[in-house]
């Protein structure tokens, strides 16, 4: 589909002399919050001033690669490459490669800066800027089986905006647009219409890779198999992603976006449950929970309107745990009087307090864009680049009343300083092949606590007690036996990763030692490091594992 040919160094040597190094090289630092010196200087890797490369490195403005959401880790690079071309990418890991194991230098693929715990920086190391990639066309296919090949760099938002003009759109999304393609497909991409389509990483034909040797590599579901599968949700371990092929469907014109409210949360979660496996159902279920909120329908009306606005003035938020289902119904106009039969019937399925009913028409893509909204208005206030101790939580269905009991009645009793999402997700759905890890049973719930903390401050709003907050849900999460599985995880040990991964920890690294056997992609996840040391036995088990992989 219009991507360059490449191919694997495939000897069986090779590959078993990586997947030692890897084995036995595995680091886990416990990396509270960091902030290392400025080093402006490219000392440590003069060639890079002598490598041929269409863009180019810069040296002395290197502080924003040191930086990202989570505003919580920043480890500074050497140089940060801003390619013009794929070959830019693969020459400079190709170089880095050929030095061998002994160059401490590592890489590190940066989008739009989005993760939250360093995920993107590579300290003494070199950053790669993907979104000077974004320019490169992007080419729509509006065939039968219509799809978009766009950049690894390219923004969602971007892709949106260019698919509508084709009446058509990508099937999956993020909740938040303003994220590069590559850096969503390197976790999954999961939003509110996963439980239909499954997370982003289900809704790609082709990949173009460049791998940790700098080898350029096209992969599909049929074509270098092992790389796509365990690239997508990978971590950014296996490879970058510069061009992906995205599966697409016809796009609506409008959406009725609802919400309404529940007191208790086994309601909830019946309804949501009973909504994802429901023919024609809404195409957007998502939940949020709602801790001691004044005023909480007076807010919604700037966007929304009640059913009943009597009813509405009359209730009362204040010191209650509320639970929120956000659903919305995708329409073209022609389709607004079956649309909204449609939605009457499912509601009269379900057992909100009926007095909570809001609703409000919106075009699709403001719609998908909803949060970027709420991003310029914190902006404005000098309230978005705030630390984000965020965490993500993938809970089993069995346990998820256990879950709510103890963290929404006990340790989030008094407040949240920020949204919680809350929502489930057929795993039918999902590809079990990726590289991402979720719980084993056929439904499980996405838990989001995404919290901001005020820089300076030591109070129940401060990073601090965020910190320690997240750690006694983990800890009551591990004490229960809750089964849960974090999502875009980042350990601090060995063991924590191990137990992450579970049986698919030694394909992981038989995988690493593949595709990247020095180690030299994506250091700021913290599962591998590069290093000299080579194993001379392994044990009998994980020679019986490498042979069953290759």
Same mark, same amino acid.
């Not at 490195?57 to 989570?70: C, L, M, N, R, V």
């Given at each position: ?20 190094? @890897?084995?036995? #090289?595995?680091?886990?630092? +416990?990396?509270?919050?960091h &902030? ?8 440590? =890797? ?31 690079p ?9 070959f +830019? ?19 590190a693929?940066?989008?739009?800066g ?6 993107a ?11 000077s ?22 923004l ?23 994220? /590069? ?28 890779? =460049? ?7 096209? &992969? ?21 992603? /510069? ?20 007191? !208790? ?17 809404? +195409?957007? =279920? !998502? ?8 005023? #909480? ?12 606005? $009597?009813?509405?003035?009359?209730? %009362?938020?204040?010191g209650?745990?509320?639970? &929120?289902?956000? @659903?919305?119904?995708?329409?073209? $106009?022609?389709?607004? *009087? ?5 939605? !009457? ?49 993938? @809970? ?18 008094e ?20 590289? #991402?890890?979720t719980?084993?049973? *056929? ?29 006694? %849900?983990?800890?009551? &999460?591990?004490?229960a ?34 595709? *990247? ?19 001379t ?10 042979? !069953?992989? $290759?």
């Open positions: 589909m219009g991507l360059p040919p490449s191919s694997f160094l495939k000897g069986k040597a090779i590959r078993l002399l990586g997947f030692f190094m @890897i084995l036995f #090289l595995c680091f886990t630092p +416990d990396k509270s919050d &902030c290392f010196p400025s080093n402006k200087s490219s000392s440590n =890797i003069p060639w890079l001033e002598t490598l041929n490369v269409d863009g180019y490195f810069s040296f002395d403005d290197t502080e924003h690669a040191a930086k990202d959401f989570g505003n919580r880790y920043h480890f500074q050497s140089a940060v490459l801003h390619p013009k071309s794929v +830019d990418i693969s020459s400079t890991i190709k170089y880095i490669f050929d030095m061998g194991s002994s160059s401490e230098i590592t890489v693929a940066r989008g739009h989005h993760s939250v715990q360093g995920q920086q590579a300290h003494r190391g070199i950053v790669i800027n993907m979104e990639l974004k320019g490169q066309e992007m080419r729509i296919h509006t065939g039968e089986t219509p799809y978009v090949d766009v950049s690894g760099g390219e969602w938002i971007n892709v949106l905006h260019e698919t509508v003009k084709y009446g058509l759109a990508p099937k999956s999304w993020t909740d938040y647009l303003h994220l /590069t393609v590559g850096g969503t497909l390197s976790n999954a991409g999961i939003s509110g219409q996963a439980f239909r389509h499954g997370p982003q990483i289900n809704n790609v034909y082709q990949m173009e890779v =460049i791998t940790g040797k700098g080898e350029i590599v096209t &992969c599909s579901e049929e074509q270098n198999a092992d790389l796509f599968y365990g690239v997508l949700g990978g971590l950014g371990q296996f490879g970058i992603i /510069t061009r992906a092929i995205i599966s697409l469907e016809r796009s609506p014109n409008m959406v009725k976006w609802i919400r309404v409210l529940y007191s !208790e949360f086994s309601k909830l979660s019946k309804d949501q449950e009973y909504l994802i496996s429901t023919e024609n159902s809404f +195409d957007y =279920i !998502e939940g949020f929970v709602i801790i001691n909120r004044t005023g #909480l329908l007076n807010s919604w009306r700037t966007s929304f309107s009640p059913n009943d606005p $009597l009813k509405a003035n009359q209730f %009362i938020s204040d209650r745990v509320l639970y &929120c289902l956000e @659903i919305a119904k995708y329409f073209n $106009l022609d389709e607004y *009087d079956s649309m909204n039969q449609k939605t !009457e019937d499912l509601l009269s399925e379900l057992s909100y307090i009926p007095s909570t009913l809001f609703t409000t028409e919106v075009s699709y893509v403001e719609f998908l864009d909803r949060v970027h909204v709420s991003e310029i208005k914190l902006r404005a206030k000098g309230l978005w680049e705030v630390p984000h101790p965020w965490m993500n939580l993938l @809970i089993p269905k069995s346990k998820i009343s256990e879950f709510a009991h103890e963290v929404f009645g006990n340790i989030l009793s407040s949240s300083n920020g949204p919680v999402l809350i929502y489930p997700v057929n795993k039918s759905k999902w590809n079990n092949r990726t590289s #991402l890890i719980p084993a049973e *056929d439904i499980f719930y996405l838990v989001a606590f995404l919290s901001s903390a005020a820089p300076s401050s030591t109070g129940k709003d401060g990073l601090q007690y965020i910190l320690t907050q997240n750690q006694k %849900i983990l800890d009551f &999460c591990n004490k036996n809750l089964e849960v599985k974090q999502y875009l995880p980042h350990y601090g040990t060995q063991e924590e990763w191990q137990a992450h991964f579970g049986p698919q920890w030694e394909i992981f690294v038989q995988r690493k030692s593949t595709y *990247d056997p020095f180690a030299i992609l994506a250091p700021g996840q913290s599962i591998f490091k590069k290093g000299s040391s080579l194993p036995t392994v044990s009998t088990q994980v020679s019986h594992k490498i042979n !069953e992989v $290759l």
